[in-house]
Each structure stands twice: as structure tokens, then as C-alpha cells.
């Protein structure tokens, strides 16, 4: 059995999280990070203090978004394009996932951890720049159904997590109408609306 070390209130970790799920691998998620802080045996698996690894027999894993990778070339290949440039552009997107979360920061600390809206400069300026970014994702999603390719795979996973963030925080949004319906069928997923659809605090 896979162990998940992370609280689910951590993007990262929902994103592994969904991906288990998606692969209906059987596993064991063990609360660390934030509240619950670090213990010394989960520093020196993973000594960055930042959540998820895992945990796969002997093999230990940090790093989100190799983890991904690492579990569906392991246990789920048809999550990964056989053809090499289909994949590199999914990859493209699952990097350029933190490019927004930079983007989406200050809006996300803001509206969750100190009680914001829209009306805060701070939160505004964030969550403008990150309407700027899903603008970008909304062009691409105009162009195709999955960031993955023509189905759903693991490039879809880490924007997945982050655009329930982007609709659920209380700030003006453009209107995105392919972002909109990409949203609409990812929640459609079980493992998205167990592990990613819960509350942000």
C-alpha cells in the first residue's frame, strides 16, 4: 500500500491525493505539515518541510509533481500520452501550475487565511494577475477538451486542483467559458469532489 504524507488542505497533496484515486490505488494518508507539523523520521525522507511525499515499499518520493509522474508511469500509464510531444505539452502545463500559484498567492492567503475579498488592493492585484494567467489556460482549453491531450490525464491534475481555488475564492472573475466547462467535467470526477472540492481552510 502507497503511503501519502500531507494535510489535505494542501494543494500539492490534493493533488496526489485525486491522482490515487484516479489510478484507484490503494493507500494511507497520514496527516503532516501545517498544524500538524514535521517529525524528525518524515525530515529525513523528505527534508525540504514541505508536504506531500510518498512512500511506495522502499521507494520514498517528494516533489508533487514528480509524483504524478512517477505513479501513472508506474500504475497508470493511460494517464500519459504514448506520444512524446502530446506529453511534453501536458508537462508544459502541469510546470506552468506554479507559475500560477505564485500569480494566485496573495489572493489565496488573503481570502482564506485572513478573511478578504475582492475589495482588498492585495487580494485585487493577486487575483487579477491570476485571471491573467487562466485567460491563457482558457485559449488552450478552446483548442482542446484536456490538457492531457484528447482525454484526461495527469497534466490536467495540477491546474485541476488550483481552478477550484480560482472560482472559489470571493474576487471578480472574468468570464472564461472554456476554463467554465473544463471545471464543470472535472468536478464530475469522484476523486476531484472527495479530495479537491472540500473546504480551503
Known amino acids: 500500500m502507497i503511503t501519502l504524507w500531507g494535510r489535505l488542505n494542501s494543494h ?83 510546470d506552468w501550475q506554479f507559475h500560477f500559484a505564485d500569480a494566485q498567492r496573495d489572493a489565496f492567503l488573503g481570502c482564506v487565511r485572513h478573511g478578504k475579498d475582492g475589495s482588498d488592493p492585495g487580494v485585487a492585484k493577486s487575483a487579477a494577475a491570476a485571471a491573467a494567467m487562466m485567460a491563457i489556460l482558457d485559449a488552450e482549453l478552446a483548442r482542446r477538451a484536456w490538457l492531457s491531450g484528447e482525454r484526461f490525464g495527469i497534466a490536467d491534475i495540477p491546474m485541476g486542483v488550483y481552478a477550484h481555488t480560482f472560482f472559489a475564492i470571493p474576487v471578480e472573475r472574468p468570464h472564461l467559458p472554456h476554463l467554465a466547462e473544463w471545471y464543470a467535467r472535472l468536478r464530475e470526477r469522484p476523486g476531484y469532489a472527495s479530495q479537491v472540492m472540500i473546504p480551503l481552510t
Not at 511506495?56 to 497508470?76: C, H, M, T, V
Open 12 to 94: 500539492n497533496v490534493k493533488k496526489v491525493a485525486w491522482a490515487l484515486i484516479e489510478m484507484n490505488l490503494a493507500y494511507e494518508r497520514k496527516d503532516i505539515g501545517g498544524q500538524f507539523g514535521y517529525t524528525p523520521e518524515y525530515l529525513a525522507m523528505n527534508p525540504n518541510r514541505m508536504v506531500p511525499a510518498i512512500e511506495d515499499g522502499a521507494f520514498s518520493l517528494w516533489e508533487s509533481n514528480a509524483i504524478l509522474r512517477y505513479l501513472a508511469d508506474r500504475y497508470a500509464p493511460a494517464l500519459r500520452s504514448d506520444d512524446a510531444a502530446v506529453r511534453a505539452s501536458g508537462d508544459k502545463w502541469m
